[in-house]
Structures are given as C-alpha cells and as structure tokens.
C-alpha cells in the first residue's frame, strides 16, 4: 500500500494511478510525446480520460506508434480501417483532425526548428507551477491556453480548445497542477 499523499483525481484506480506517478506533469520537450498527448487529447475531448488511457495501447497501434510522418499521408483506406477499429474512439471528426493535426504539426516544426520550441516558447521553456490545495480547483482552461489555442487553429490544428490545450499543458509539464500536498509536486 502506497501511503503517499496524491492527486485525489486519481485515487482508487491503478491505471489512473500509475499515469498519475510515473507522466502526468512531468516536463515533456520531445516532438514525438508531445504528438502522442496532443492526439490523446484531441479523442478525450467529451470524454474521460481514463477512457482514453485505457484505450491507449489500441491508439498507439492504429495511428502506427504516433508517428505524424504517417499520419499525415493517412488516405480514405486508413481512415476507413480507423473507423472499424473499436479499440479506438472511432469517431470521423476527430479521425480526420488527426490527420490534419499530423500536417500542421510538421508545418510547425519546419518553422520553428522543433514543435517542442514552439509550445514552449509560450512559458519561456519552465513549467508554470501552480499552488493547488484541491485538485477540485483546477481550472479548465487559463488566458494562456486560450492563446495557444487560437494559435493553433490558426495554423490549422482542430479539436484543440482551449480545454484540450490545458490538459495537454498538464499532461506534458508545461504547467505543474499537482496538489501542493501531493508527493509529485516537488518532484515535477
């Protein structure tokens, strides 16, 4: 048994709990995670995420290990081998936006260099680390993941909200919202 105080999002559920210890909130700066999240995210949009990490194994096989070199060239076929899969949210939209994030996603790289300098250049490159009490307090979405939201639709990203984009900045590290009292938040 585990005495240490966590997240009490997370409490009761070993898988929540192993995402919780081990990822969540842990800095992330290569292109390929952040792909990873940002596509995991764009499917838990009106969903749960633990739906999403129970299902992660099967997304990780259908969208060929996350490599956005491939998703990005996915034709009719793929898609429709997508649509088939139940062991992924089959759901076109974001099927399709996957495809298109894959797209934007290298546009991004080429010109800054790497998606990791882009997305965090907006927080100078440091975690924002936040003081939360209760994980009940977290906000949904910030000004700042509004911004990056609209930059990224702008650059032609789907299905990244500014609620999509706030979770992904916390599952990625760009912002700590660990509960103060959590043993993970000093170590993140």
């Not at 700066?29 to 995991?40: A, G, N, P, R, V």
């Amino acid at each position: 048994m585990n005495s240490k105080h966590k997240c009490g999002w997370c409490v009761g559920d070993d898988l929540y709990e192993a995402y919780h210890d081990e990822e969540w909130g842990v800095p992330v700066y290569d292109d390929e995670t952040l792909f990873e999240f940002l596509i995991l995210e764009t499917f838990q949009a009106g969903l749960s995420w633990i739906t999403i990490l129970r299902k992660r194994n099967n997304f990780h096989d259908a969208f060929d290990q996350f490599d956005f070199k491939k998703i990005a060239k996915y034709n009719e076929a793929k898609k429709t081998e997508l649509l088939q899969n139940a062991g992924i949210i089959r759901n076109k939209l974001k099927i399709n936006a996957t495809i298109t994030n894959a797209q934007a996603f290298i546009k991004i790289q080429e010109e800054f260099g790497s998606f990791s300098k882009y997305i965090w250049g907006f927080v100078n490159g440091k975690p924002i680390k936040n003081k939360l009490k209760n994980y009940k307090d977290t906000p949904p979405n910030t000004l700042l993941s509004d911004i990056i939201s609209k930059d990224l639709k702008k650059r032609g990203f789907k299905f990244v909200g500014s609620t999509v984009i706030y979770a992904h900045m916390q599952a990625t590290g760009m912002v700590n919202d660990h509960e103060v009292a959590c043993f993970r938040y000093h170590e993140v």
